[in-house]
């Protein structure tokens, strides 16, 4: 019945600035996401809040901008959390994925998404999404030893 | 998944803090239901002769077993599978009357609500039977924790037995199946008090400390099952 307000919005903001690329523009992609979370009586309650505050977001973020995610992760965002070599390394690793598998790494290991909530969002088998998030991680952390 | 690649990831995805974040919030700050208040709302929806009717049988049970002999107490202690059968019966309410589609439609998730339900009903009965065990022990001789796997196995198993039934049968029809579990399972008590001899003997103890464990194990299967319903009924 709970949901970490504060705490997925970060989170949700985290994705839509991914897709989009823009400060302003993922800002108000995630409040409009809650907006309509706010005003929907259908699914909010059902057990599958993320997945719902997920679906609307990517498809908000589709309506705004059109186009392929193609661009390359930006590079001079300041943060707090981990080593700024091994991110850049990891940058160059993650620019090289397919930008479904990028996502996929964000939301899962960055977001913390539930592997129940992602299979429906992909609309894959859960044993499918495990081979592929374990290949994506095994070429992650090869990057980042080697 | 190591630190290391954790933060490496979370750097590598870092994104410009959000600026009207804390505005919008403020804005649209939202009461979520806690666990605790959640069990309460739907306590409210519990009918009220249910209430009653667990207090009465439990009043029943005191006053047959009042004043019998120690091994006739545990006569009126069969007669537990009665308030299992009340507790299964509000859960399938909806179902029964053929409302359980309607249901759906509900704002809440139908199988979180028929789980709070069955579980506040279930601690009631829990207490109710924590109360009697003391009681009925102290009346035949024995320890409290012996009275009580005698209360609560029959419980268990009628209500394990109900559950399945309710499920496999729609309309006023369960309920009769229902109500004929649970004067066999009232029948397999009165005659281990009177055909059985022996069958409350201490002796007899570990076996009915299996059964209880085997229909504890039975009661969270079809609850399980009953709420998972709901979630096949909701998507197909």
Known sequence: MTLDIDREYDRIYRYCYYRLRSREEAEDVTQETFLRYFASDTYQDTGRTLQYLYTIAR??????????????????????EGDPLDAAALRSELNRLSPEDRELVLLRYVNEVPMNVLCKLYGVSRFALYRRLQDLLKRLRQRLEG | MDKKLKNALSAAFA?????????????????????????????????????????????????????????EVWTAASLTPFLALLAVSEGSRARRHGMDELELACRMPVGAAILARMTALGLFDLA???????????????????????????????????????????????LVYCAAATG???ALGMLSQSGWAGAYRAEALPLWWGVLVLTLAASVLETF????????LQWS
């Open chain 1, 59 to 80: 498809n908000l973020c589709i309506d705004e901008r059109r186009r392929p995610l193609t661009q390359p992760l930006p590079e001079d965002l300041p943060s707090e």
């Open chain 2, 15 to 71: 994104a410009p803090p959000p600026k009207g974040k804390d505005a919008f919030l403020r804005a649209h700050r939202r009461r979520e239901l806690g666990t605790v208040e959640w069990l309460l709302t739907q306590v409210g929806y519990i009918r009220w002769y249910i209430w009653m009717g667990s207090l009465g049988i439990f009043a029943l049970i005191l006053c047959l077993a009042a004043g019998q002999r120690s091994e």
């Open chain 2, 128 to 174: 109710l039977l924590g109360v009697a065990a003391p009681i009925l022990g102290n009346w035949a001789g024995r320890r409290t924790l012996e009275a009580g796997v005698y209360l609560l196995t029959p419980y268990l198993l009628t209500a394990a037995l109900d559950m399945e039934l309710c499920r496999r049968f729609r309309g006023s029809v369960s």
């Open chain 2, 184 to 186: 066999a399972v009232y």
């Open chain 2, 225 to 232: 099952k009953t709420v998972k319903r709901t979630e096949v």
